[in-house]
């Protein structure tokens, strides 16, 4: 059986609150150990994968506003990123 986010989350908050161990979260909630070290791991904040944009969201709006009419190709040529990184789609 799976435990939900809110559970999850409150077990790790009580944690930090109580300056509890894995070892006594543990076995207060009745719950593995393994199990509540994988939940930490999951809660901390992960770089998102892949290479950040060349080009910010606020650039390509400017842009737009600026030259309503241009083509994709024609947009990503003057900012010098590919055709995909200048989407429209990207900005919705």
């Not at 719950?31 to 770089?47: F, V």
């Not at 009419?69 to 429209?88: F, I, K, N, P």
Request: aromatic share 8%.
């Amino acid at each position: 059986m799976g435990y939900s986010k809110d559970f999850k989350d409150k077990v790790i908050e009580i944690m930090i609150r109580d300056e509890m161990s894995v070892r006594k979260a543990a076995q207060h909630f009745n719950i593995c150990i393994q199990t509540i070290q994988n939940w930490k791991k999951s809660t901390t904040n992960k770089p998102i994968p892949g290479r950040p944009a060349k080009i910010s969201r606020e650039q390509i709006l400017k842009d737009v506003e600026q030259y309503p009419d241009d083509y994709q190709y024609e947009r990503a040529e003057r900012l010098g990123v590919s055709t995909h990184a200048c989407a429209s789609s990207n900005l919705i």
